[in-house]
């Protein structure tokens, strides 16, 4: 490989890695807004594209497109980890977020059910599959991007903001629901108001994309990529030489995933079917948790930083295994919305010690040169098969009756993660960034 391929990357200032961090979580911030968008207001298109007057029924063809979604994911992070280790991060980022912006705008005007027939939702199965492949592609990217970045003794923290810009695109989505929820009736929310944030989404995706063109590539991936001895075979051959990494990653996101899912898309849903909350009671709840979560991540990720990745995760696995079913059923039997949001921020705290780091201890598992591969795919076969599952599943014991079903199988999944979180080394000392 050529030693002039990329320019030499001029070291790393305090100020030059804070501009490169924020500039790269802005864009995440944009991609999971426009992700998490579907889901919360999923409530009120529903209906648009699925007529059936079961309310259930609705929720449950509208999360079988959000699972469809997850299907696309390890397609997106094997397609865009493959590019990310070839051609940079900086420029699998900026792939990813145009596919959002594409997928949102044709959610946005995509016509309903009642005047395209059954064209409306298979669009919207188009919209989610271009949606699938961005966000399959920005985990592991962006992942390689923050922790490759980071410092050696601040990473764990620099890493947390993945998670603190996923949660405020969530966050933001929220925000959007709350505020037209108060500005426009039920009727408005479901005959047109649920397509403004889409649109929103589409704009923001367009800023993203103008501010991830000003970031600067990785250090680390410029060495390599100039490197004279380079590895030229097949990255994903290169990958399946390292089993145990790739089943580190597999089994420390089971649990996590299916648990953020759980407490945090699915929430909402369950405090409006099961704890029979008004739909604008949940988004308040919801909203709050999320907020206290955000704040959790970089303490979580600093503290890791001085204890190591392993004790943080242990935290979570233990009360994850402990604490799924009775959270869950403590929930489905509250009327309060402050009970509510108490027993939501408990799992926030737990969940934590999993969202704040995990990112990291992917990264610090690869070496440069599929180690966005290597973060990506493996994460989102996981998580298509569980995390994108969770509400679907979630929903059918629901209608078969045995809704306290899905509290023990988030449970042993949580427990499988724990074991790995026993087994495997601190990564915090057995870093491969930097060292290849």
Not at 190 to 211: D, E, H, K, M, T
Request: hydrophobic share 50%; aromatic share 12%; with cysteine.
């Amino acid at each position: 490989m050529s030693s002039t391929l990329y320019p030499p990357s001029a070291p790393k200032t305090t100020g030059s890695r804070l501009r490169s961090i924020i500039s790269g979580s802005i864009g995440n911030l944009v991609e999971w807004y426009d992700w998490y968008v579907y889901s919360a207001f999923a409530l009120y298109f529903a209906p648009v594209f699925f007529p059936t007057t079961d309310p259930t029924a609705q929720l449950l063809s509208s999360a079988a497109i959000f699972a469809v979604g997850f299907l696309m994911r390890p397609l997106g992070g094997w397609l865009m980890g493959l590019y990310a280790d070839r051609a940079g991060r900086k420029a699998a980022l900026l792939a990813s977020v145009l596919l959002m912006c594409g997928g949102s705008l044709l959610i946005a005007i995509t016509p309903g059910y009642d005047r395209i027939g059954v064209l409306a939702p298979a669009l919207l199965v188009v919209a989610r599959l271009l949606q699938g492949l961005s966000v399959g592609g920005e985990y592991g990217t962006s992942a390689t991007y923050l922790s490759e970045m980071a410092d050696a003794r601040h990473r764990g923290f620099y890493s947390s903001f993945q998670y603190v810009t996923l949660l405020a695109g969530q966050l933001l989505a929220l925000l959007v629901q709350l505020g037209l929820q108060q500005f426009l009736t039920p009727a408005e929310m479901q005959s047109w108001g649920w397509r403004v944030p889409f649109v929103i989404g589409a704009v923001a995706a367009v800023v993203a994309l103008y501010l991830r063109r000003q970031m600067e590539e990785t250090q680390e991936f410029v060495k390599h990529a100039n490197a004279a001895d380079a590895p030229q075979e097949s990255r994903l051959r290169t990958l399946l030489r390292h089993p145990r990494e790739v089943l580190t990653v597999v089994g420390m996101t089971l649990g996590g995933t299916l648990a953020f899912y759980t407490f945090t898309t699915y929430a909402q849903k369950f405090l409006v079917n099961t704890a029979h909350f008004s739909r604008e009671q949940s988004t308040l709840v919801s909203f709050g948790a999320l907020a206290v979560a955000l704040v959790l991540q970089p303490l979580m990720g600093a503290l890791s930083d001085r204890v190591g990745r392993r004790p943080v995760l242990l935290f979570f696995g233990v009360g994850a295994t402990l604490g799924t079913v009775p959270l869950l059923t403590a929930l489905s039997h509250t009327s309060s919305t402050w009970a509510a949001f108490g027993l939501l921020v408990l799992a926030m705290v737990v969940l934590s010690g999993y969202t704040s780091i995990n990112a990291v201890v992917k990264a610090e598992l690869f070496p440069t040169h599929i180690r966005a591969l290597g973060v990506g795919l493996p994460y989102a076969l996981t998580l298509a098969i569980f995390g994108g599952s969770a509400e679907y599943v979630a929903l059918q014991v629901k209608s078969l009756g045995m809704e306290s079903a899905y509290y023990w199988y988030v449970t042993l999944c949580a427990a499988i993660s724990l074991l790995v979180y026993w087994r495997m080394a601190d990564t915090k000392h057995t870093s491969r960034i930097g060292k290849d």
